[in-house]
């Protein structure tokens, strides 16, 4: 009996011994298992730093645009620098298609935008568009700011404005990679001619320059009386349509506006009296505002 006791109490300790064993070897084929995942994500840690280190996009400046509000006219472009791989500068404005001139940022900043005073707004539009371009610089995506249905964003403290152009543009400028500029300092550009005694109306040219190219162009002029020349066509005052003519003013010194912009402001062929036959519908003199509107771009360059 006690033979027996003896043989079963040591079978007893060898099946804990090897139960041990058991466990132990389990415990090193999990960490042998797990050990490989982790050493696998460090190095895809290690690969990413660098990646986030010198940014993901390519060197270069950026344009894009957004349709331009049928309302207003004022047609929102960005421009974005990337160095790098990081966009480090961000430049939110607009020129107005309607009106052409100055953009929207010195409109605003020369106090004639009117965001405080007539909007009600805390701060001025440029003010704003500041804060925004300093968000994407921080988060470098502008899928990062949030919009509303109404196009404003709770992200940024002190925007109230409408910053969904802001980030169609942006996004529409990532998209279509480093744009090369034109020639033109960016910025608005008029330029008038002399007063016509038989007329009694001036030439008036105004451009706006963006991304170093013409983006928009007006060709008017101006009375005595200090009226628009083509806001008096479109009100009927002019009368050509009345003197037997295809068109009122307005409409065919639009034509001529598409031309010149089309064309890069190469002006068309013109006879002795400042008239085309290169562009379809104009039967008006142009020749002047071509002109102009040269004289206007030597303040460009």
Same mark, same amino acid.
């Given at each position: ?142 899928? =990062?700011?949030?919009?509303? #249905? *109404? &196009?404003? %964003?709770?992200? /940024?403290? @002190? !925007? $109230?404005? +409408? ?103 190469? =002006?068309?062929?013109?006879? #002795? *009296? &400042?008239? %085309?036959?290169? /562009?379809? @519908? !104009? $039967?008006? +003199? ?16």
């Amino acid at each position: 009996m006690k033979k027996a006791s003896v043989i079963l109490s040591s079978a007893l300790v060898l099946g804990t011994l090897l139960a041990g064993c058991g466990n132990s070897n389990k415990a090193e084929n999990a960490a042998a298992t797990t050990a490989p995942v982790a050493t696998a994500t460090a190095a895809a840690e290690a690969t990413a730093a660098p990646a986030a280190e010198t940014g993901k996009y390519q060197d270069g400046t950026y344009y894009g645009t957004v349709d331009a509000d049928p309302e207003t006219g004022w047609q929102t472009f960005t421009q974005l620098t990337v160095e790098g791989g990081k966009i480090t500068k961000a430049d939110w404005n607009a020129f107005n298609v309607k009106k052409a001139g100055d953009l929207k940022k010195k409109v605003s900043e020369d106090g004639n935008y009117g965001l405080v005073k007539i909007g009600g707004a805390k701060s001025e539009w440029h003010e704003q568009a500041a804060l925004a371009e300093a968000y994407l610089i921080e988060k470098q995506d502008p899928a =990062a700011l949030t919009v509303n #249905a *109404e &196009g404003k %964003t709770d992200a /940024i403290s @002190g !925007v $109230s404005v +409408h910053v969904s152009d802001f980030v169609g543009a942006a996004q529409a400028a990532l998209a279509a990679g480093p744009a090369q500029a034109g020639p033109y300092k960016d910025g608005g550009y008029t330029a008038e001619g002399e007063m016509d005694a038989t007329s009694g109306w001036k030439s008036t040219v105004a451009l706006s320059v963006a991304n170093g190219n013409v983006v928009a162009v007006n060709f008017s002029g101006v009375n005595a009386a200090g009226d628009d020349k083509k806001q008096y066509s479109v009100d009927g005052k002019y009368g050509m349509k009345a003197g037997g003519a295809a068109a009122e003013w307005h409409e065919e010194i639009a034509l001529a506006e598409k031309y010149f912009l089309e064309n890069k402001g190469v =002006a068309p062929t013109l006879d #002795a *009296e &400042g008239k %085309t036959d290169a /562009i379809s @519908g !104009v $039967s008006i +003199h142009v020749g002047e505002y071509f002109t102009l509107a040269q004289k206007a771009l030597e303040g460009a360059k």
